[in-house]
């Protein structure tokens, strides 16, 4: 099974800046869609943003203008740039592989992901 690593996050204000990084353990050439999640404390995970092999982009509505994902089939990573960031950014922030249609499923285990905390 593929295992995903999230690395990036950190503690930054409000208005600041982040990039996440997710190093999957294999190709992820043939994984069609890809998305980053996060989970609020006492939230439910959610999906903020997908980007499919072909290179098509979907976001939620509360990221949208202000986070970008892009993909590196050969560096086999997925990155989450997070431009002005709001306190209510603040979560541990996953990737994972998930089905495409509009269920997105997540295919793998979840990794231990990354926290991102913004302060304001």
């Known amino acids: 099974q593929l295992q995903l690593v999230e690395s990036g996050g950190g503690l930054v204000q409000a208005g600041g800046s982040l990039r996440l990084s997710c190093a999957a353990s294999g190709s992820i050439i043939s994984i069609n869609a890809l998305g980053w999640y996060r989970q609020a404390p006492g939230k439910q995970r959610e999906l903020v943003a997908t980007?499919?092999?072909?290179?098509?982009?979907d976001y939620a509505d509360s990221v949208k203008g202000r986070f970008i994902i892009s993909r590196n089939n050969a560096e086999n990573t997925v990155y989450l740039q997070m431009n002005s960031l709001k306190p209510e950014d603040t979560a541990i922030y996953y990737c994972n592989a998930h089905t495409s249609g509009s269920l997105r499923i997540p295919l793998y285990s979840w990794g231990q992901g990354t926290q991102v905390t913004v302060s304001s």
């Open positions: 980007i499919t092999s072909g290179g098509s982009t």
